[in-house]
Nanobody, 127 residues
Framework: QVKLVESGGGSVQSGGSLRLSCTAS????????MGWFREAPGKEREGVAA???????DYADSVKGRFTISQNNAENTLYLEMNNLRPEDTAIYYC?????????????????????WGQGTQVSVSS
């Protein structure tokens, strides 16, 4: 069983930065494909960034050039560095993980590719 705990959310002004962390337990993160998703009020959950077990990364077009996903396997932790934040980035951010080598549905930005989820952390960006 994989347990995921997110931290690092908060409130910032437009143009600011935040770093989210997700610590995994019960399974080595080096053997997990992991990702970040977000859910804004009234909107569906969307994939933000993901990193496959083989090390490949994928980003939503809306965050390319601003967000960076990384993984520290020694600490079993996934990070999301978010720069130049915009009000439209406001959402609850969720960490997700799966033991598959390849994503179900063909994309790690698809929420159905992941079987394990954290409880979420709120990110609020004001203009």
């Amino acid at each position: 069983q994989v347990k995921l705990v997110e931290s690092g959310g908060g409130s910032v002004q437009s143009g600011g930065s935040l770093r989210l962390s997700c610590t995994a337990s019960g399974y080595a993160s080096s053997r997990l494909s992991m990702g970040w998703f977000r859910e804004a009020p009234g909107k569906e959950r969307e994939g933000v960034a993901a990193i496959g077990r083989a090390g490949s990364t994928d980003y939503a077009d809306s965050v390319k050039g601003r967000f960076t996903i990384s993984q520290n396997n020694a600490e079993n932790t996934l990070y999301l560095e978010m720069n130049n934040l915009r009000p439209e980035d406001t959402a609850i951010y969720y960490c997700a993980a799966d033991t598959r080598l390849r994503p179900f549905g063909g994309s790690w930005l698809n929420e159905f590719a992941f079987g394990y989820w954290g409880q979420g952390t709120q990110v609020s960006v004001s203009s």
